[in-house]
């Protein structure tokens, strides 16, 4: 049964050419009953655009979080289109994206936040659980733990906890033919920083 929209949009989005869609998907003003026919029509980038735009709606935001697979997912929650419950977010992690080396970039995006168009860095929107940063830091590949810019996204978060900070504080140097060892000295000094406004917080918070 094909559905009737109030929006002429809407109605015609499978009359519309692919540069159509994405127009439409990438516009933050594009009326509701578009974004949720756009979240359920078959050209796939489309529905790429719709993902990242910082305006799209609950019911297309639940739409595409409800296709398969975990791309949809990895932008939804980095730009905080979708809530999750704490033990959600654990349960998300194992089943898309826990040791699955395809994917890596995506997880970060998920759970440390990305980048939109109207926006700088969304780690405000993110609320990764400290328990799963801690499982997310664990299951890092070598490689990734060379890598500043991987580790300073930990430091970053507003749920990283004293115990993360404390073990960035103290890692080794990588290898010197490393491109990310130059940073690492810089890399520690913010780490033990944010070791410095946890332990204040949590001082003032057991008053």
């Given at each position: 049964?094909t559905t ?7 109605n015609?989005?499978g ?16 009326d ?12 796939r ?5 719709l993902?990242?735009n910082?305006?799209?709606t ?16 990895a932008t939804l929650l980095?730009n905080?289109a979708?809530?999750?419950k ?6 998300v992690?194992?089943?898309y994206?826990?040791k699955?080396?395809r994917?890596?970039?995506?997880m970060m995006q998920?759970?440390?936040?990305g980048?939109h168009y109207?926006?700088t860095?969304?780690?405000?929107n993110?609320n990764t659980?400290k ?6 830091y664990?299951d890092l590949?070598e490689?990734?733990?060379h890598?500043?810019?991987t ?8 749920n990283?906890?004293l ?5 960035i504080?103290?890692m080794?140097?990588?290898?010197k033919?490393n491109?990310?060892?130059r940073?690492f000295?810089?890399l520690?000094?913010?780490?033990l ?8 917080r949590e001082?003032?918070d057991?008053r």
């Amino acid at each position: 049964m094909t559905t009737v929209y109030n929006s002429p949009y809407a109605n015609n989005i499978g009359a519309m050419h692919n540069a159509e869609v994405v127009g439409l998907a990438k516009n933050r003003f594009t009326d509701s009953d578009t974004m949720l026919a756009i979240s359920k029509h078959h050209y796939r980038l489309g529905k790429e655009y719709l993902s990242n735009n910082p305006n799209i709606t609950p019911e297309a935001a639940q739409e595409l979080w409800d296709h398969r697979g975990y791309v949809f997912k990895a932008t939804l929650l980095a730009n905080g289109a979708i809530k999750l419950k704490k033990k959600e977010y654990t349960e998300v992690y194992r089943k898309y994206f826990k040791k699955n080396s395809r994917s890596h970039w995506r997880m970060m995006q998920a759970f440390f936040g990305g980048y939109h168009y109207y926006h700088t860095p969304s780690e405000s929107n993110n609320n990764t659980p400290k328990e799963l940063l801690e499982e997310i830091y664990a299951d890092l590949p070598e490689d990734e733990r060379h890598r500043s810019y991987t580790l300073e996204r930990f430091i970053n978060h507003q749920n990283c906890s004293l115990n993360l900070a404390l073990r960035i504080s103290t890692m080794p140097d990588p290898p010197k033919d490393n491109y990310y060892a130059r940073h690492f000295d810089e890399l520690r000094q913010k780490a033990l920083l944010k070791v410095a406004e946890i332990t204040k917080r949590e001082g003032v918070d057991s008053r």
